[in-house]
């Protein structure tokens, strides 16, 4: 059976996380997705978060998986033809380098578009293709700051704090492979092509929508501490007493039932907490009451008993916990697959689902160069080619 993307080539140029991660997404929906990487080291990505004698990389395992791998050398003039021969088989080209750089190896969009009308040619870069910023390095952390996102973490008598994860990569990763998703969707109408351009400054901006919004209309900020600092209800992190829990969500429907479960129905009718309204101008007051609450039970008791009164809670889980976690391995969210080098390893699944389409986890991610012969024979390049071509350092 056919998956989503299937027929769909990806000349994929993309480093690190937030252009890998776009092309993960298409080639677990079935794009062939063939990552050009230099000579030698090839993307550097290659080499972050090592494990093991083999020296895997967890890094490449999880955005390169699925994929074929090319060493060319884009320096070269032999190299950059390669790329030309390969553009009118592809149906997407992307890149995440700094805009500018593909336009100075002859590789922009106008440069190769002529080559191949059809083409969705996809840029994302850290600060947007215009403005003073635009030529300007970025990494995640770079864009959860000016983003504004770290201004909104953390204590409010602390400093700002960036996530704990590369949250800019990913929502500009996601960004990009949805822009490209609707370009091919435009394509089938039109018949055309198009550029298709995202960030990691813009996608920060994107994901803080109404919290960005709530700030131009009312002009107040506040962080967002053990919470969120604009929703007016109980939502928040409590300790309990081996780790942390936490409650989200809690209106005038659910307050009898909180109440009850906590053993404070002496609040319920309190006039600093009878109402949603009441209890949003006292949740400090309400906190402080309720966080030596949680201090009484283990996070399983908590949650055994907010969840018997219909709660909308759930533990603070840790990696070990969630990588054993019976919701996360019922709906494939994590899987074990046979890796080639490294036998049955664990990793991160596919969020979605399609009903006639089932997709496939890929358990490798490829070695550096390991497609190049099987790809420049497709283009018509003959063996005694291929082997002048690696004595002149194109390949």
């Not at 055994?304 to 840790?318: F, G, K, N, R, T």
Request: charged residues 20%; negative net charge.
């Amino acid at each position: 059976m056919s998956r989503p993307l299937e027929g769909v080539r990806v000349l994929d140029f993309t480093i690190f996380q937030q252009g890998p991660q776009a092309t993960l997404v298409l080639a677990d929906m079935g794009a062939d997705v063939i990552k050009i990487e230099p000579l030698m080291f090839g993307d550097l990505g290659r080499v972050l978060a090592m494990h093991g004698p083999d020296r895997l990389s967890a890094y490449h395992l999880a955005h390169s998986r699925g994929k074929r791998s090319v060493t060319i050398n884009l320096k070269t003039d032999e190299g950059r033809e390669i790329v030309r021969r390969m553009v009118p088989g592809a149906d997407v080209m992307v890149h995440n380098f700094r805009p500018g750089a593909m336009e100075k190896l002859g590789l922009g969009y106008d440069d190769v578009r002529p080559l191949n009308e059809r083409l969705i040619y996809a840029h994302a870069s850290g600060w947007g293709a215009r403005g003073p910023k635009a030529n300007h390095p970025a990494f995640d952390i770079a864009a959860q700051a000016r983003g504004g996102l770290m201004s909104m973490t953390g204590e409010a008598d602390g400093g700002p704090l960036p996530a704990g994860v590369a949250i800019a990569d990913y929502g500009g990763a996601m960004n990009l492979a949805i822009a490209i998703l609707a370009a091919l969707y435009a394509r089938e109408t039109t018949g055309a092509g198009q550029k298709v351009e995202t960030s990691l400054f813009g996608s920060q901006i994107a994901a803080q929508a109404w919290e960005l919004q709530y700030f131009i209309l009312s002009g107040r900020k506040k962080r967002s501490g053990r919470g969120h600092a604009y929703l007016p209800t109980i939502w928040r992190t409590f300790r309990t007493a081996d780790g942390w829990a936490v409650v989200g969500g809690v209106g005038d429907d659910r307050w009898p039932a909180f109440c009850t479960a906590l053993s404070i129905v002496e609040l319920q009718h309190d006039a600093r907490f009878a109402n949603a309204g009441a209890r949003n101008a006292n949740l400090d007051a309400l906190y402080e009451i309720i966080d030596d609450k949680f201090t009484t039970k283990t996070t399983a008791e908590w949650i055994a008993l907010l969840e018997s009164h219909d709660m909308i809670c759930a533990p603070v889980a840790d990696y070990a916990d969630l990588i054993v976690d019976p919701q996360a391995l019922a709906n494939e969210y994590l899987v074990t697959v046979d890796h080639p080098s490294n036998g049955p390893t664990q990793v991160v699944g596919i969020p979605w689902r399609f009903s006639e389409m089932p997709l496939h986890v890929a358990a490798g991610a490829p070695e550096l160069g390991q497609h190049t012969e099987e790809v420049l024979l497709s283009l018509g390049y003959s063996w005694e080619e291929i082997g002048a071509l690696r004595e002149r350092g194109a390949v």
